[in-house]
């Protein structure tokens, strides 16, 4: 079974100072991970994903997300924030299999402000 | 650049009113995925699709059907609308094998009065 927790529903930072959403999973595999982030009243795009390669991964607009495998954790962090980072961001688990495909796990969000 | 399209991105309808909401991709993906989404409840999956013709029902398939002609068109319909199907509604496409990622449309927000 998999599972994804956000750990924060809501994250509030300032502009220009650094930005951290965290993430834990559960798996009983290696899996794949993803964020996603979505702007109001739009649909869902991908950020950046892990798929077993490099466990530091650099996604668009500045961010990554390191994977720990020992903290079952995959945070994604950006070093200084701008005001158009303001969204939801989704941390979600990929499926273990191709007959599993629908079982794509998806966090809760968190809302990322960003105070001027 | 993967493109996912919905025919709306604004939809009222009345209840017991039949609806269809349709997607398109165009990057000959297998696998297509309709969710909703609703304050406090995150993402939840209807139905999918892995192939024509082929669909498997989701987390929450009660009061909505599918269809899948040609691969590159998933179709969501709610054969009588209620007002507790008013919600954003979210399309995405994603191939077999690889890492699985999904590319979503912009979304149709439905109002049911």
């Known amino acids: 079974a998999q599972s994804v927790t956000q750990l924060d529903s809501h994250v509030s930072v300032s502009e220009g100072t650094p930005v951290l959403l965290r993430c834990n999973y559960s798996?009983?595999?290696?899996?794949?991970l993803f964020w996603y982030v979505q702007h109001p009243n739009k649909g869902l795009q991908l950020l950046l994903k892990?798929?077993?390669?490099?466990?530091l991964v650099k996604g668009i607009n500045g961010f990554e997300a390191e994977f720990k495998k020992s903290e079952t954790s995959f945070h994604l962090t950006k070093p200084s924030a701008h005001m158009s980072d303001a969204a939801e961001y989704f941390c979600?688990?990929?499926?273990?299999?191709?007959?599993?495909?629908?079982?794509?796990?998806f966090g809760s969000g968190t809302r990322l402000s960003i105070r001027p | 650049d993967v493109k996912v399209t919905q025919s709306s991105r604004y939809l009222v309808k009345r209840t017991g009113e039949k609806v269809f909401l349709e997607c398109v991709q165009d990057?000959?993906?297998?696998?297509m995925f309709w969710y909703r989404q609703d304050p406090g409840l995150g993402l939840r999956l209807i139905y999918f699709?892995?192939?024509?013709?082929?669909?498997e029902k989701g987390d929450i398939p009660e009061g909505y059907s599918v269809s899948r002609e040609k691969k590159e068109r998933f179709s969501l319909i709610l054969e009588s609308a209620s007002t507790n199907q008013t919600s954003m509604y979210l399309c995405?496409?994603?191939?077999?094998?690889?890492?699985?990622?999904?590319?979503f449309g912009p979304g149709t927000r439905l109002t049911v009065t």
């Open positions: 979600v688990v990929g499926p273990l299999t191709y007959s599993s495909a629908s079982k794509i796990i």
């Open positions: 699709s892995y192939d024509v013709k082929m669909k």
């Open positions: 990057m000959d993906h297998e696998n």
């Open positions: 798996s009983s595999y290696s899996p794949s």
């Open positions: 995405a496409s994603s191939l077999v094998g690889g890492s699985y990622e999904q590319y």
């Open positions: 892990y798929t077993s390669a490099a466990t």
